[in-house]
């Protein structure tokens, strides 16, 4: 069974930083996408950046999205935060399993609070 556990979340103050992990566990035989999304109260989850590089525009130039294959973990470097970044972020990953089995696996989801 595949895993997705997600940790770094907090409360932070503007203009702060965080990093978010999300370590994947389990029998994966391919990626064909993993990215982070968020959501916050009363709205929709939206992409934030996947492992291809793409980025959300309210994001692009303070958010990094970055991969460590050997510690089967992706990160979210979160810099210059605003209230507006407060989200429950969530790991999402799609691929196959070593069964051939399609995957379309989601973390639990880590709470970020951007306020003073």
């Known amino acids: 069974q595949v895993q997705l556990v997600e940790s770094g979340g907090g409360l932070v103050q503007p203009g702060g930083s965080l990093r978010l992990s999300c370590q994947v566990s389990?029998?994966?035989?391919?990626?064909?996408?993993m990215g982070w999304y968020r959501q916050a109260p009363g709205k929709e989850r939206e992409l934030v950046a996947d492992?291809?590089?793409n980025y959300a525009d309210s994001v692009k130039g303070r958010f990094t999205i970055s991969r460590d294959n050997a510690k089967n973990t992706v990160y979210l470097q979160m810099n210059s935060l605003k209230p507006d970044d407060t989200a429950t972020y969530y790991c999402?990953?799609?691929?196959?399993?070593?069964?051939?089995?399609?995957?379309?696996?989601w973390g639990q989801g880590t709470l970020v609070t951007v306020s003073s």
């Open positions: 999402n990953l799609q691929g196959l399993s070593v069964i051939g089995a399609r995957l379309a696996v």
């Open positions: 389990g029998n994966v035989f391919s990626i064909s996408f």
């Open positions: 492992i291809s590089r």
